[in-house]
């Protein structure tokens, strides 16, 4: 079974630093997806970015790049020149395939609660 | 274009009772998946619908069942609430495994008295 970490319940960072929210997993499968999601106090999921298992290159989206250690199964998310808007819970999942289809599932950590200091 | 639509977006129940959950998911999507959030921890999922059928069910109890619509849209219900049943639901939409994952509805909190 999948297994998604988070080990930093929350963090603080000041405006306009960088934070990086830390993410293991566990799979036994060769082929998966890594994503990131921000959650703010509206409830939504908002995508933030994604690295595949054969990705070459550490995945960017922006402000956000994952810095993908594929031997010591982590998934890191930083987050540069961070904003007040960045306060919110953020979480990594795992992509799991259902019943060799296409369709899939998440399997999500517990989250990791982002403070930005002014 | 719209995102996934959740309704209602607040719920009080009384232990017991039965909850009818709406989702309409992200235009041209197909596919939807039902998640439940409990306080302070990250959702876990529930069951998905594509082609009107249920194709995968997490680890819930059959008192969580649900439904897709030949327009796409979809319920989740349940029934003989619990006070543990009280949690944030989320609907999220796609179409088949694209890169970019799922669409998230802003989901339904549930609260069970």
């Known amino acids: 079974a999948q297994k998604i970490t988070q080990t930093q319940p929350g963090m603080f960072v000041q405006e306009k630093e960088a934070v990086t929210l830390d993410c293991t997993y566990d799979?036994?499968?060769?082929?998966?997806?890594l994503f990131w999601y921000k959650q703010p106090s509206s409830g939504e999921m908002i995508f933030l970015i994604y690295q595949g298992s054969y990705d070459e290159q550490n995945a960017t989206e922006g402000r956000y790049s994952l810095n993908f250690q594929k031997a010591r199964k982590s998934a890191n998310l930083v987050i540069s020149a961070s904003q007040l808007g960045d306060s919110a819970m953020y979480f990594c999942?795992?992509?799991?395939?259902?019943?060799?289809?296409?369709?899939?599932?998440?399997?999500f950590g517990k989250g990791t609660l982002l403070t930005v200091n002014p | 274009d719209a995102g996934v639509t959740q309704s209602p977006t607040h719920l009080i129940k009384t232990r017991g009772q039965q909850v009818t959950l709406r989702c309409s998911p992200k235009s041209g999507h197909d596919t939807v998946s039902w998640y439940q959030q409990a306080l302070g921890q990250g959702p876990q999922f529930i069951f998905q619908y594509y082609e009107e059928e249920e194709r995968q069910r997490g680890n819930f109890p059959d008192r969580f069942s649900g439904h897709q619509f030949p327009n796409y849209s979809s319920e989740l219900n349940v029934n003989a609430l619990l006070l543990g049943d009280s949690a944030l639901y989320l609907c999220?939409?796609?179409?088949?495994?694209?890169?970019?994952?799922?669409?998230f509805g802003s989901g339904t909190r549930l609260t069970v008295v």
């Open positions: 999220a939409s796609s179409l088949g495994a694209r890169r970019y994952g799922y669409t």
């Open positions: 999942a795992m992509r799991e395939y259902l019943s060799g289809g296409s369709n899939y599932k998440l399997t």
């Open positions: 799979t036994s499968d060769q082929s998966y997806g």
